[in-house]
């Protein structure tokens, strides 16, 4: 298989020459890049297929190269900071970074982030369904199956739900789950969100308590993922 | 001594007391000034103004000592009513008063000046004592896991062959552990720097506490650990609007100091309930629990047990302290009877009607 291209623009040579070998360890092609003008300059000359943004650039505030870099490039771009400030997350997110980690890092983390950003961007259409183990969605048809049996859900939580699998694998905001399901008057409404996430879990995880589908990013939003990795 | 009782009375204060008392001490010397004289009462009046001087600053000691002086020359000295003074013995006893009153206020501002430099020194000390205590257990605590680090990855480099498979994957994981040890370090001097700095705000948002409590113990279990955590919380328990990263945080530290202070195999319960608008959350060990002359200590920063083990660096329960008060809040801890100790936090909240 074919595997992407990769850009990494962080001033840290450490950082750079670990991503590189994991990376390439895993079928990769890497570039990088040590200061943001570097990265833009080779993200727009030959525009990877993933960028991995570091927020701390010496010569440019990383939000704003971000915000430059999503003028033209519609590529996935991963965010990995030292910064783990909910607010800048946050931000980072609703500037159109498709996710965020913050260092350090767990490389399987990256790695799985990394697949789940690249499937969702080569898909021409959404995938209409979800096919976990025991979970299936299907978007067609708007049903939910837990362990083979239909799942009863109110016309919000499916819209929730059906959100959530339409942007598997993507951390989706507490502002822009409130804003897209309820409406822009409600977007500092959380308890609303929270109170629904509940009962979604209680419809579709083997243990509420324990999610496994729908994770909590914690002071950010939520995670669905498909438990295929 | 002295200074706890001007600290509790202000400015303001000070002088309406110390005026009211002259006018009332001088109002009961004119009543009994027939008997007693106009001498005795000049020491009567110089014992009110010394009163005064223990306690007050000098401004409001220097106003009561004039006043005084001027009221036992007009009201006392004969003629009376007037601030003509007959004799050369009377004009010398009025003078000697106002100079001892005047002394008195010099002497309480002097005191006063000694007081404050000691106490300057005194805090100059704690804090380098702070400092000492402070790069003791960060060099200890952030040199420990570096050596280890060091240390494994030159022995990963060296290419002994003695070196068994078995052999280089104990040393791997124990880069990986001590890089976890590191990055809880960093997190915590963070933390306490945030709250030094006095700048930290709550940041309230409408919580599930299931959710977060069951987040914090995923977190905690990933550490490893040998002790058994047990959950008890209502399923359907309200949402309550609090800062998540700072319960967190405090739920966090609480367990990881019961795992890492606890023998193996030892039980964790953590139970969490609502009354009213108060969020309370309480977590017991089964272990030997806390020595009790050391329970009032606990919190103190970088306060570690007498006996404690190795590792740590006395912040943890500190942040905890910190975060329950900037969300209003009080922690206590106490010895339960059969064995093990319970921390139990209370955090005054909103409370949501939605149900989660």
């Not at chain 1, 299907?138 to 939580?157: A, M, P």
């Not at chain 2, 501002?109 to 430099?117: A, G, L, W």
């Amino acid at each position: 298989m074919n595997k992407a291209e990769i850009l990494i623009i962080d001033d840290e040579e450490q950082i750079r020459k670990l991503l590189e070998i994991t990376l390439r360890a895993n079928n990769y092609t890497v570039t990088h890049a040590a200061t943001a003008k570097e990265g833009i300059i080779i993200a727009s000359n030959h525009p990877p297929d993933l960028i991995i943004l570091d927020l701390g650039l010496p010569d440019k505030d990383g939000l704003a190269v971000l915000h430059e870099l999503r003028q033209w490039h519609t590529n996935p771009i991963i965010i990995l900071s030292v910064q783990n400030a909910e607010e800048i997350i946050v931000k980072a997110l609703d500037k159109g970074a498709n996710d965020y980690l913050s260092k350090p890092w767990r490389t399987g983390e990256l790695l799985a982030r990394i697949r789940s950003a690249l499937r969702s961007s080569t898909q021409e259409d959404i995938e209409p369904i979800i096919n976990s183990e025991d979970l299936q969605i299907d978007l067609q048809s708007r049903t939910v199956r837990k362990n083979g049996d239909l799942v009863k859900l109110t016309t919000t939580e499916y819209s929730l739900l059906a959100l959530f699998a339409k942007n598997e694998g993507k951390v989706l905001t507490h502002q822009y789950l409130l804003r897209a399901i309820w409406g822009p008057g409600f977007i500092h409404q959380s308890q609303y969100l929270r109170v629904f996430i509940a009962q979604i879990r209680k419809k579709i995880e083997n243990d509420p308590n324990r999610p496994e589908y729908l994770l909590t990013e914690s002071g950010v939003g939520y995670r669905f993922v498909g438990k295929q990795g | 001594m002295i200074g706890i009782f001007t600290k509790r009375i202000n400015k303001r204060e000070q002088y309406l007391i110390s005026l009211l008392l002259v006018l009332a001490v001088s109002g009961i010397c004119y009543g009994i000034a027939t008997f007693l004289g106009y001498r005795v009462i000049a020491f009567i009046l110089l014992l009110t103004v010394s009163l005064i001087a223990i306690s007050f600053d000098i401004l409001p000691v220097l106003l009561s000592a004039i006043l005084s002086a001027f009221i036992w020359n007009f009201f006392f000295i004969p003629p009376r009513f007037t601030f003509h003074v007959s004799t050369t013995e009377d004009v010398i006893l009025f003078i000697m008063y106002f100079v001892i009153a005047l002394i008195n206020a010099a002497l309480t501002y002097k005191i006063r000046q000694v007081e404050k430099t000691s106490r300057k020194k005194e805090e100059k000390a704690n804090t380098l004592k702070l400092y000492d205590t402070l790069l003791h257990s960060l060099s200890h605590e952030l040199r420990t896991p570096i050596s280890t680090i060091i240390a494994a990855t030159d022995n990963l480099q060296s290419s002994n062959d003695n070196l068994t498979k078995e052999n280089k994957d104990q040393l791997v994981s124990e880069i990986s552990k001590a890089s976890f040890r590191l990055n809880q370090q960093v997190e915590n001097l963070l933390n306490i720097s945030r709250l030094e700095s006095g700048f930290i705000q709550p940041k309230k948002d409408w919580c599930d506490i299931n959710e977060l409590v069951y987040s914090v113990v995923k977190k905690i279990e990933q550490n490893k650990i040998t002790q058994k955590i047990t959950i008890n919380i209502n399923p359907d328990m309200p949402l309550v609007k609090t800062d998540k990263m700072m319960l967190e945080q405090i739920i966090y530290n609480l367990l990881n100091n019961a795992s890492l202070y606890t023998k193996d195999d030892s039980k964790i319960n953590i139970t969490a309930i609502n009354y009213a608008d108060v969020l309370q959350i309480t977590i017991e060990d089964d272990g030997e629990g806390f020595p009790e002359e050391e329970i009032g200590n606990v919190f103190d920063k970088f306060y570690r047990l007498k006996n404690a083990k190795a590792g740590g660096t006395g912040l943890g329960l500190s942040i905890v302290k910190g975060f329950t008060e900037v969300l209003k809040g009080n922690v206590s801890l106490k010895n339960v009877s059969t064995g093990g100790s319970k921390f139990t936090i209370e955090i005054p909240c909103e409370v949501s009607h939605l149900k989660a």
